[in-house]
């Protein structure tokens, strides 16, 4: 199975300032025939279900603000939000859709500072 | 608009079965796979099984395998989660979710309760 790891944690972030979580899966999840990694993005607020944020590790979902964008391959993941808003408060996960069992990582929690 | 909506939580004994139901609207059932997802309480996600657009494949996380089935009838669009020999540690929000590998679209949840 694949395992997903996130880093940090969590973090506090100014309003206005950029947010970076990194995401590593234990696998690389480039698939070579089409030379797409399989590695999604999703946010999560309280009591709320998750939401996609990007898919193809960089694929910002429709009507996803452009502050957030998804960059790298292979085993290693960001996750930028490159100006903090109050709105974007959450927990942040990664997944692997490359090979099932589908794995999350743990998840990063974003708080105002 | 894509809706999900679960259904069939509650609370049940552990070792007894429960079944859950997901019923869809707003987008073409039979040609998209389907998740289940799970979030213990202030835990993270956990994703639990996957069906194909017609239902011939099927896929389970570890921890479920040979005791959940995940299983669709697309003339009633409805998805559905069998849960036989539950424990305190199924004990989660069973999200409904659509998508093939990842999920762009996920329903409110239904909490499954295992206590005696």
């Known amino acids: 199975d694949i395992v997903m790891t996130q880093s940090p944690d969590s973090l506090a972030v100014s309003l206005g300032e950029r947010a970076t979580i990194n995401c590593k899966s234990s696998?690389?999840?480039?698939?070579?025939?089409?030379?797409?990694?399989?590695l999604a993005w999703y946010q999560q607020k309280p009591g709320q279900p998750p939401k996609l944020l990007i898919y193809?590790?960089?694929t910002r979902e429709s009507g996803v603000p452009d502050r957030f964008s998804g960059s790298g391959s292979g085993t290693d993941f960001t996750l930028t939000i490159s100006s903090l808003q109050a709105e974007d408060v959450a927990v942040y996960y990664c997944?692997?859709?490359?090979?099932?069992?589908?794995?999350f990582g743990p998840g990063t929690k974003v708080d105002i500072k | 608009q894509v809706q999900l909506v679960e259904s069939g939580g509650g609370v049940v004994q552990p070792g007894r079965s429960l079944r859950l139901s997901c019923a869809a609207s707003?987008?073409?059932?039979?040609?998209?796979?389907m998740h289940w997802v799970r979030q213990a309480p202030d835990k993270g996600l956990e994703w639990v099984a996957v069906?194909?657009?017609?239902?011939?494949?099927?896929y389970y996380a570890d921890s479920v395998k040979g005791r959940f089935t995940i299983s669709r009838d697309n003339s009633k669009n409805t998805l559905y989660l069998q849960m036989n020999s539950l424990s305190a540690a199924d004990t989660a929000v069973y999200y409904c979710?659509?998508?093939?590998?990842?999920?762009?679209?996920w329903g409110q949840g239904t909490l499954v309760t295992a206590s005696s």
């Open positions: 979710a659509k998508g093939k590998g990842f999920i762009d679209y």
């Open positions: 707003g987008f073409t059932f039979s040609s998209n796979g």
């Open positions: 069906i194909s657009n017609d239902g011939r494949d099927k």
């Open positions: 696998q690389s999840v480039l698939y070579s025939s089409d030379n797409k990694n399989y």
């Open positions: 193809w590790a960089s």
């Open positions: 997944q692997q859709y490359y090979s099932t069992p589908f794995t």
